[in-house]
T-cell receptor
Framework: AQTVTQSQPEMSVQEAETVTLSCTYD???????LFWYKQPPSRQMILVIR??????QNATENRFSVNFQKAAKSFSLKISDSQLGDTAMYFC???????????FGKGTLLTVNP | GAVVSQHPSWVICKSGTSVKIECRSL??????MFWYRQFPKQSLMLMAT?????????EQGVEKDKFLINHASLTLSTLTVTSAHPEDSSFYIC??????????FGPGTRLTVL
């Protein structure tokens, strides 16, 4: 079983600034992956970044990076140079099991202000 | 790559009728497909997981006779809401994965039952 906690229901940031979204999780899986997805107002779920739990190196995708602390079961997302298009609900989700089922947190609503 | 489509994007039906929602992977073979339900301002709730050619596995509390899932090919899964009632009104999202741990999501279907 997996559980996810996103402790920040809402956050806001000024355009061009940096923001960090927090996520902690618990899992009984020995082999798992971690994801951040975003859901803009269109409601289309978009993959932001993926982390392999067996890798110590933090994943990066352009302006998005993670701080993965496996022992602490922490998986935060850093967005650099925030843009208006980053405004969205962000979901943290570990996956595991035979079908790599995702368990979603409650989400953090990020608003980027001009 | 990794594009998933859903049809229809919005459907309105009368109480007691059945509604079918299609989910297609357009540029990859989807060995596993997932169906989620999302209420306003809430996270995604997994309803069921299906592997191509096999019966779907439903999450606890999801009525398998009401939400019929078929995954007959590597590119198509369908969700049929049988005898729909107003409480079935929701946003339904499918996702697909193909021989990997990563799920790609469709744009969602808004179901309104009158």
């Amino acid at each position: 079983a997996q559980t996810v906690t996103q402790s920040q229901p809402e956050m806001s940031v000024q355009e061009a600034e940096t923001v960090t979204l927090s996520c902690t999780y618990d899992t009984s899986e020995s082999n798992y992956y971690l994801f951040w997805y975003k859901q803009p107002p269109s409601r289309q779920m978009i993959l932001v970044i993926r982390q392999e739990a067996y890798k110590q190196q933090n994943a990066t995708e352009n302006r998005f990076s993670v701080n993965f602390q496996k022992a602490a079961k922490s998986f935060s997302l850093k967005i650099s140079d925030s843009q208006l298009g980053d405004t969205a609900m962000y979901f943290c989700a570990p996956s595991g099991g035979s079908n790599y089922k995702l368990t979603f947190g409650k989400g953090t609503l990020l608003t980027v202000n001009p | 790559g990794a594009v998933v489509s859903q049809h229809p994007s919005w459907v309105i039906c009368k109480s007691g009728t059945s509604v079918k929602i299609e989910c297609r992977s357009l540029d990859f073979q989807a060995t596993t497909m997932f169906w989620y339900r999302q209420f306003p301002k809430q996270s995604l709730m997994l309803m069921a997981t299906s592997n191509e050619g096999s019966k779907a596995t439903y999450e606890q509390g999801v009525e398998k006779d009401k939400f019929l899932i078929n995954h007959a090919s590597l590119t198509l899964s369908t969700l049929t809401v049988t005898s729909a009632h107003p409480e079935d009104s929701s946003f339904y999202i499918c996702s697909a994965s193909g021989f990997t741990d990563t799920q790609y999501f469709g744009p969602g279907t808004r179901l309104t039952v009158l």
